[in-house]
């Protein structure tokens, strides 16, 4: 065989697993290590499935992290759709009048750092004019934007308070035109991408020839949209016949083909092995946040106003933080941004993409979509700002209350995800055996 006929044979292989593939060929590229990353797939595994998946299960359960802020009245700012989803599960159940704990809703309990510098600030508002107090307010809110990597929307006049908890991310029936339009804006608008491209999405081979910020940015989106799909994929309206008077809720469960349809090599042109890879990367990323920001995390109160629920909530935050401090094969930011004029300009390019999603995230024709669109980007956009912000270390550093709950939620659906791969892969494998 010529080395030329080898050479050709490499090139017009889009993937090992593409041709003449086994049942289980979705799993085909989880193995070896995990791109711009020092860990393999199989560590990741048995490290989230054994020792987070079980702690994050039970803490985003505790109160402050079930009840989330969130504005799902806003207005499309990129274009008008009237195609919102009319069935009862695109519906999302805002909470009643005394169904948040009062302390969430006050925000109280904050750091005794954080109640003295308030101290400080009310003691120098009475020595400095109101319009040199109002350019303070105006230059902090300045500095606070130039790390936020989201748009926030909790503080507008329409944002409610959800339970989470009673508003499962789960699949909802919307699709067509006006789902397909919001990731086509995502891939097409708002990614970086070689610029004779022009497909939805960037082949894995692809990838080499761009920065490494770029990939890292491509990856991220990638693994996000990757555990949203496996989060429907596992929490599937079953059939209409579990509908009944029993059971008005309808039976839900994992779906295997619709799994092997988002993700099979020979459904996606080669490419969902590749994108179920990203969902590791885009987990590491977030894990490398939590470990980054321990110090901050671990000093907050977590106030709801129920002593003993807060101690509680602390106690298993810390506990959640020391495990991912001890994993040794962490996600390395230190090499990007670095350097030139070109390495700033590119920064701010990332950083206004991702605001970009998040904005779109309000062209979502289905409710709990949105909520859970929404909950996932911002949590993404804080783990981008934790990793990426100059101010870190700074006394000044302030995450809000949502950035917190939306950053353990956002890590929680790709925990989840990883978890419900074993599932899928289990499923699979019985299926070869009959």
């Given at each position: 065989m010529s080395p030329t006929f080898l050479v050709l044979l490499v090139l017009c292989t889009p993937s090992l697993c593409y041709f003449d593939p086994p049942k289980d060929s979705c799993f085909c590229q989880l193995s070896g290590n995990i791109d711009e990353c020092s860990c393999n797939i199989n560590t990741v595994d048995h490290f989230n499935n054994i020792k987070v998946y079980p702690r994050l299960r039970s803490l985003l359960r505790k109160d402050y992290f079930r009840f989330f802020k969130v504005n799902l009245k806003r207005e499309c700012p990129f274009w008008h759709d009237d195609s919102k989803c009319a069935m009862k599960y695109c519906h999302v159940l805002p909470c009643g009048e005394g169904e948040v704990p009062q302390g969430i809703k006050g925000e109280g309990g904050r750091s005794d750092e954080a109640k003295c510098e308030d101290k400080q600030l009310d003691y120098l508002n009475t020595t400095i004019s109101e319009k040199m107090r109002e350019d303070l307010v105006m230059w902090t809110a300045y500095d606070d934007a130039l790390d936020d990597f989201c748009v926030k929307d909790d503080k507008d006049e329409e944002a409610e308070y959800v339970?989470?908890?009673?508003?499962?991310?789960?699949?909802?029936?919307?699709?067509?035109?006006?789902?397909?339009?919001?990731?086509?804006?995502?891939?097409?608008?708002?990614?970086?991408?070689?610029?004779?491209?022009?497909?939805l999405y960037i082949?894995?081979?692809?990838?080499?020839?761009?920065?490494?910020?770029?990939?890292?940015?491509?990856?991220?989106?990638?693994?996000?949209?990757?555990?949203?799909?496996?989060?429907?994929?596992?929490?599937?309206?079953?059939?209409?016949?579990?509908?009944?008077?029993?059971?008005?809720?309808?039976?839900?469960?994992?779906?295997?083909?619709?799994?092997?349809?988002?993700?099979?090599?020979?459904?996606?042109?080669?490419?969902?092995?590749?994108?179920?890879?990203?969902?590791y990367f885009v987990y590491l990323l977030e894990l490398r946040a939590l470990a980054k920001a321990a110090k901050y995390l671990e000093h907050e109160k977590y106030y709801t106003g129920d002593e003993m629920e807060d101690?509680?909530?602390?106690?298993?935050?810390?506990?959640?933080?020391?495990?991912?401090?001890?994993?040794?094969?962490?996600?390395?930011?230190?090499?990007?941004?670095?350097?030139?004029?070109?390495?700033?300009?590119l920064k701010t390019e990332f950083k206004e993409h991702f605001r970009n999603v998040t904005r779109i995230m309000d062209c979502v024709g289905c409710d709990k979509c949105k909520l859970w669109g929404k909950l996932q980007t911002r949590g993404l956009g804080t783990a981008l700002k934790i990793l990426f912000s100059q101010n870190l270390n700074h006394k000044l550093f302030r995450l809000q209350r949502e950035e917190i709950v939306a950053l353990f939620n956002a890590f929680g659906r790709l925990s989840t995800s990883i978890y419900k791969l074993d599932d899928f892969r289990q499923m699979l494998r019985g299926h070869d055996e009959l």
């Open positions: 339970d989470l908890l009673l508003n499962p991310e789960r699949y909802t029936g919307y699709k067509g035109t006006s789902a397909n339009r919001i990731w086509n804006s995502i891939y097409l608008e708002n990614c970086f991408r070689p610029k004779t491209f022009y497909s082949p894995s081979h692809m990838l080499s020839n761009m920065c490494l910020e770029e990939r890292v940015y491509y990856r991220a989106i990638s693994g996000l949209h990757s555990s949203i799909n496996i989060h429907l994929c596992a929490n599937y309206l079953l059939s209409n016949s579990g509908l009944s008077l029993a059971n008005p809720k309808g039976e839900w469960g994992p779906n295997l083909k619709e799994f092997q349809r988002r993700f099979s090599p020979e459904t996606t042109n080669g490419e969902g092995p590749h994108w179920l890879r990203n969902l101690f509680d909530t602390q106690m298993a935050v810390k506990d959640l933080l020391n495990v991912a401090q001890q994993f040794s094969g962490h996600f390395d930011e230190s090499s990007m941004f670095t350097g030139s004029a070109q390495a700033k300009r």
